[in-house]
């Protein structure tokens, strides 16, 4: 599209269970891939902004939380939070459940 000089907003989901992306492989053509992640912490639901790819710019690597404010739409936590992978992963034995499954299925379909 980039010859046609049109942009294109393209909307896809992650596995909940695996956080690998659904879809057509989006992600490889896609010139830039904005992630939004949500965890619920003490009760309390969190949400977060992670610029996974952006072709050709420079851009922060962190996770940044995101608000939603009344009358100005999303803001986001100008620092960084200092949250971890394994805050927010899969616990080791889901993974290794969905891994082993992932395994299995390979055997039956060659």
Request: without cysteine; positive net charge; hydrophobic residues 40%.
């Amino acid at each position: 599209l980039q010859p046609w000089h049109l942009t294109l907003l393209a909307v896809t989901q992650y596995a909940v269970t695996t956080s690998q992306a659904f879809g057509f492989g989006l992600e490889h053509v896609a010139d830039g891939i904005i992630r939004f992640i949500r965890s619920i912490r003490g009760g309390r639901l969190n949400r977060y902004v992670l610029i996974e790819k952006m072709r050709n710019t420079n851009h922060d690597l962190r996770l940044h939380q995101v608000y939603i404010v009344d009358g100005h739409g999303m803001t986001v936590k100008p620092l960084p939070i200092t949250i971890r992978r394994e805050d927010i992963a899969l616990p080791p034995h889901v993974y290794h459940q969905i891994a082993n499954a992932q395994k299995r299925k390979e055997r039956i379909i060659p």
